[in-house]
């Protein structure tokens, strides 16, 4: 290994560590930043690398962008906590109904909103659904985790349902009907055997009844009728629009930031909530950190960390029948959980490039990166900002035992099961 090679793997574990212990309450985009610029100063990097992985991540970033302040201006609007009202209301005091319902919202938002959203928007909504009917302590633990769960586990099935999905499909050239082509059996799989196993894990501590009477009248938490109004139709348009597109190979961000700004310009004009507010409150600091960490991991990767993965990959891809499937999935988890998915889903782009046949890793790779941060809680950009939702109500705590033992109970069974899903596809 050449010194290159080390410090850019002790800039990227000093960085990682920085993210994960956030001293000082330290916002995740500047350790990110910092490396990337120490890549920079010690050569690891190039003024022209910069410029390479902006081309590699800029219909990722601008569609999440996009994506994360649409979900802000419905969830102001009213829209997600109507629909959590109206769900609690329909399960009438059933603890088990309630908790199904609520994993299958969580799966529909991530699908569309992003795991980022759901982790963002869902989470205070679930909280506060709980706090309403009378559910609490130990038997909120469960509605909790299985919602910061499913937002990674169910963000499969579409181009713009995780950040990962948008740079695998956008370096490899693939269309959002393809994709959502080949995704919609393992994201059917990796929803359902989610919701089985985290039921099955946690059925002792979910409530049998709660007070339906303290649901409240769902038209109440509206704020914005207009915009409450146009969210589903709006949800419908994009999906149809990312569809046709993707027939004549439009990037998905021409699609969503029009869409966006439009229904920006809609909520800024009717003056029933505060857009300023939106723009503030939403995750810039995960577009930081994602391109500082892309730059870092990219260094990372060009002194011998993708010649490290290719070499592997080679291996796991010559195993028979499901086994190269299962192995590489499983590779691509593992460096998902210990890196975070964003850097991971970089480096195995750039390995899965090198092979001759790659076009199943790819899916393979996505699928890794989208349930493997579930073993430990620095796998995902969601999962770092569910665990700060939770930090600011401050009465529920999720430790990382607990947080672990779910990853690797429900996980890896789910893991398993989409993947087998992926093969059969």
């Known amino acids: 290994m050449n010194t290159l090679f080390l410090l850019a793997f002790a800039i990227f574990v000093a960085t990682l560590s920085l993210v994960v212990l956030r001293p000082r309450n330290l916002a995740i985009g500047y350790p990110a930043t910092a490396g990337a610029l120490l890549c920079l100063a010690l050569g690891i990097t190039t003024v022209s690398d910069v410029y ?34 109206r769900l609690a209301g329909a399960a009438r005091g059933h603890g088990v109904e309630l908790f199904v319902i609520l994993v299958l919202l969580g799966a529909g938002v991530s699908a569309v909103f992003a795991n980022d959203g759901t982790a963002l928007i869902l989470t205070p909504i679930v909280y506060a659904l709980l706090k309403k009917v009378g559910i609490q302590g130990r038997h909120a633990l469960p509605f909790i985790i299985s919602v910061g769960f499913i937002a990674d586990s169910a963000s499969l099935p579409l181009v713009v349902s995780n950040l990962v999905n948008i740079v695998a499909s956008s370096y490899f050239g693939i269309s959002f009907l393809k994709y959502a082509e080949v995704m919609v059996l393992p994201d059917a799989v990796a929803i359902s055997s989610s919701l089985v196993l985290l039921w099955a894990y946690y059925r002792k501590n979910i409530p049998t ?23 589903t139709p709006s949800i419908l348009f994009l999906i149809f629009a990312y569809s046709l597109g993707s027939i004549y190979h439009v990037p998905v961000a021409f699609v969503a930031v029009p869409t966006v700004c439009v ?75 210990v ?33 493997g941060p579930k073993f430990t809680p620095v796998g995902s950009l969601a999962t770092l900002l569910w665990i700060h939702m939770l930090e600011r109500k401050g009465d529920i705590k999720v430790t990382v035992s607990q947080y672990m033992k779910v990853g690797f109970a429900v996980g890896l069974p789910v893991l398993f099961l989409t993947l087998m899903a992926l093969w059969l596809t």
């Open 263 to 337: 229904l920006f310009v809609v909520a800024s004009l009717n003056r029933r909530i505060n857009t300023l507010k939106i723009l503030k409150t939403a995750p810039w600091q995960i577009v930081v950190f994602s391109l500082g960490m892309y730059l870092i991991v990219f260094g990372l990767g060009r002194e011998g960390f993708t010649r490290l993965l290719i070499n592997l990959l080679t291996y796991t891809s010559t195993l028979p029948g499901p086994l190269a499937m299962l192995s590489s999935g499983y590779v691509f988890a593992a460096l998902a959980a």
């Open 209 to 231: 009844h709660y007070d339906a009477y303290n649901v409240g009248k769902p038209c109440s938490v509206i704020r914005d009728p207009l915009l409450f109004r146009i969210a």
């Open 52 to 85: 390479t992985v902006w081309t590699i991540v800029w219909n990722a970033t601008f569609t999440f962008i996009a994506v994360i302040i649409a979900s802000l201006i419905f969830d102001e609007a009213g829209f997600f906590e109507y629909l959590a009202l």
């Open 339 to 371: 890196m975070n998915n964003m850097p991971s889903v970089m480096v195995g782009n750039l390995a899965i490039a090198h092979l001759t046949d790659h076009s199943r890793l790819v899916y393979a790779n996505v699928i890794g990166n989208d349930i």
